[in-house]
């Protein structure tokens, strides 16, 4: 057989075979492909900030698409909270503390999360460093400020009360949802998030000391992902879709921080990128652990919290808590 023949035979075998592998390895699967886009509502637990750069990533790099979603992110309203705006089917997913959700099937609502965001709790405690507060025990004889009608008064009365601190000696006073009354000399102490006022305070030329409550034993899931009882059994391709895409979407985020910022700059434009980047280092250790996958919930942990909303007479009988969350998404996700 002619030599140059065979080469030329040859080449075009590796040819043939070579166009097979990419037709066949990197087209998207037939059910995939075929597959149209559905349409949904997520509501956030806040307004747009970094908080969920994870879900912005995932919008724009194109991550829900991929499981055939078109993602409307909705930002909170004290108008339409976001437990009553998944339960009444104005949005089908929600991103809320893991405190409402059970205060919420407490009442019957029957809502239930398959993921947790922030595993540590942000909330926490803050003084101006030349005061010398470093720990709850240095409030005694002062003035705290506290955030009413959140989590933020419910943990700090949580952490008192477990570590035995007697409250009739502090001055305790209400607060706005900022640093105001530190920076002023109202408060010796406020409390808020760990994530977002101390920024103020630094933003303002001052130090700050940070008391995150997680670390005295009063931890809460914070961000947890959840949607109907009814949209979990009747739809579970469309919640694993989603959470796949929102998990790939906060890796992402986490490893892009600099592009993470610039997009989630793109949804709140009212905020400034040192503020963003601010909230978005501080919250990656309360996000990714280390100690388990990302979204990934613990029994102990929904017991714990349980238990604190037991304690201080937010649930007004004890529940369940395993019926409060679903691990067959992670699960399939992760392990199967």
Known sequence: MNKKILIRDLLILFSIVSSIFVITFLRPAPEQASKKIENITVKLKWVHQAQFAGNYIAQKKGFYKDESLQVNLVPFSFEDPTIEAVAEGRALIGISGADELLLARSKGVPLRAFAVIFKTNPVAAYALKESGITKPQDFIGKTVGLQRGTNVDLLYFAMMEKLGIDREKINEVTIGYDATELLNGTT??????????????????????????????????????????????????????????????????????EEAIDITLTYAADRTQSHETYLFTTSIPLIHTGDSPLGWMEEEEWDRIHDILLEQNILNKKMNSKDAYTMKFLKEIYIN
Request: charged share 25%; net charge negative; glycine share 8%.
């Open 188 to 257: 010796d102490v406020s409390t808020g998030y760990i994530i977002n006022e101390p920024y103020e305070v630094i933003a303002a030329g001052r130090e700050v000391n940070k008391i995150l409550m997680a670390d005295y034993g009063v931890n809460m899931y914070a961000d947890v992902l959840f949607a109907t009882e009814e949209t979990i059994e009747k739809r579970p391709e469309l919640v694993e879709g989603f959470l796949r895409a929102t998990l790939k979407g906060w890796q992402y985020a986490i490893e892009n921080e």
